[in-house]
């Protein structure tokens, strides 16, 4: 819910703000959310409130960078190529999918529930990087008002 939450408002302030203030906002809001799992004492005697309101922070901010992702791919590749540079997007985000669990099994044995969540962090880190990187993100949209004679009566 918080990813499809998150993705709504980012396309909002997409057309508000332009693209990259939006997903820099987002990307930021993962790593914080990252590193503050990363420091909640995971004890199971405790109340859980702290911890469930980070992991939905923490989705909806990661959710919400890689679904709109996708549209700042489409508005970045040029016409003729666009399905092939979305496609490798996707493909590469697959890729993704399909290692990480080695990598997050990885880091659970070696750095134990903390390093993983600041494994997160780090991830999210190099995802603001590469999002600053890009040239060309979406503008923000201009909406023109005209005036309207105001009528006699």
């Given amino acids: ?4 939450v998150a993705s709504l408002a980012a396309a909002a302030c997409f057309n508000r703000f332009g693209s990259k203030p939006a997903l820099v906002a987002l990307a930021v809001g993962a790593i914080a959310s990252s590193v503050w799992l990363g420091f909640i004492p995971l004890d199971p005697t405790a109340n859980p409130t702290t911890l469930l309101v980070a992991l939905a922070l923490q989705g909806a901010f990661i959710n919400g960078v890689q679904t709109t992702m996708y549209a700042v791919a489409a508005f970045v590749y040029a016409t003729e190529i666009r399905g092939a540079g979305i496609g490798w997007a996707v493909g590469f ?4 999918s399909i290692i990480s669990p080695l ?3 990885y880091l659970l044995r070696a750095a134990g529930a903390h390093g993983f969540f600041l494994g997160f962090g780090a991830t999210m880190t190099l995802s603001l ?4 990187l890009i040239r060309r993100h979406m503008p923000k949209r201009v909406t023109i008002v005209a005036a309207v004679p105001a009528m006699e009566a």
């Fill in 1 to 4: 819910i918080g990813g499809m």
């Fill in 93 to 96: 985000g697959r890729l993704g």
């Fill in 103 to 105: 990598v997050g099994t």
């Fill in 129 to 132: 990087l590469s999002i600053v």
